[in-house]
């Protein structure tokens, strides 16, 4: 298979996983990465000894070598760079949620057509195994017809400050349990009633919880509380449960599966979406990446996940919050739900 000249714009927390994935499968080089923070380009730059960095998305989008980019910056950040990526004739991972409004996602499933090149969106969940083994079992009906779904995902308080100045918790994390439910089930949404609650009075609520009634009959929930108490050892705090007419799946997540009780208290180190072993990140992060480069080497377009299953998922989560908002339930149409 041959290999993939590739970029990661974007050097958060989750754009240097990206970059330390890319920088270790066996068929892509990783060229360059990208950020306006000059310490934090040049620390990634040499430690994972990538030959060049650039400060401007631009730059690096005009670089003959780099066939293939993860934008990994900040959802409101997401629309530019993607567009102008498609444009210079770049395949695409872009980190989840797809945008933060559905015209946005238009435009780039629009861009990706016309440059005829690879966009997806990182919906990671569909990478983990769990999630992958209760999709196969509910596709063969060992479970009957789903009746009720619920999720949660939820992170301390101590965690969460930072991250809900700049986003809130049912776009943040219940875009990963709308993905699951809509892809699981199969069944489309028809209406949303959701509910937050600020705690702190920060810029986005602490609390978010949206029930969906989906075209099926099924019901659906999901709750982010991104208000655990200081104590609680941070780490990815799922829960899945699916009923159906003749049996039910539940899905529990990593996070208690390792515990650490070390000299600066407690801790629970993921063991399933990127961590590290024998010096190299691996977990469903790694998978979703070299099915991504994998699809790009042998011009298989990418159907694990797909821009519009994407887009659906942003549209649900945006109905959501609207419906917080107002106090209302929403609906969603059938030309909306597809």
């Known amino acids: 298979m041959r290999t993939i000249g590739y970029g990661v714009i974007g050097l958060g927390f989750f754009g240097e996983k990206h970059a330390e994935v890319a920088s270790s499968l066996p068929n892509v080089d990783l060229r360059a990465v990208c950020t306006r923070q000059d310490r934090r380009r040049k620390e990634i730059q040499r430690r994972l000894n990538v030959p060049k960095s650039y400060a401007d998305y631009h730059d690096l989008l005009a670089d003959s070598e780099i ?50 090149r690879i966009l997806m969106v990182g919906h990671i969940c569909r990478f983990n195994p769990r999630y992958a083994v209760i999709r196969e079992q509910i596709r063969k009906g060992e479970i009957g017809q789903i009746v009720s779904m619920y999720a949660r995902r939820n992170i301390p308080a101590e965690r969460s400050r930072s991250v809900l100045e700049k986003i809130d918790p049912l776009l943040g994390d219940g875009i990963h349990d709308t993905d699951l439910m809509l892809w699981l089930s199969g069944a489309n949404v ?12 920060l810029k986005n609520p602490d609390v978010g919880w949206a029930m969906y009634r989906f075209d099926s009959g099924a019901i659906g929930v999901i709750e982010n ?8 050892p941070f780490r990815i705090h799922e829960q899945l449960e699916i009923i159906g007419t003749q049996g039910a799946v539940y899905v529990h997540g990593a996070d208690m599966n390792v515990v650490v009780h070390g000299k600066n208290g407690v801790s629970c180190p993921d063991t399933t979406y990127w961590p590290t072993m ?61």
């Open 67 to 116: 066939e293939a980019v993860s934008i990994v910056t900040h959802v409101d950040d997401h629309t530019a760079p993607t567009l102008a990526a498609l444009r210079a004739g770049k395949h695409v991972l872009l980190e989840k949620p797809m945008a933060r409004t559905v015209a946005d996602c238009d435009r780039m499933i629009k861009m990706a057509d016309k440059a005829g």
């Open 190 to 201: 028809r209406s949303v009633f959701a509910q937050t609650h600020s705690v702190r009075q």
């Open 225 to 232: 509380v991104w208000f655990l108490p200081a104590s609680t």
């Open 278 to 338: 024998h010096g190299e990140t691996v977990g469903a992060l790694r998978e979703e990446m070299r099915y991504f480069a994998e699809c790009i080497a042998t011009g298989k377009k990418p159907d694990v996940v797909r821009p519009v299953e994407a887009r659906r998922a942003v549209e649900v989560v945006a109905a959501a919050v609207k419906s917080a908002a107002t106090g209302k339930p929403v609906s969603l149409n059938d030309s909306d739900a597809r």
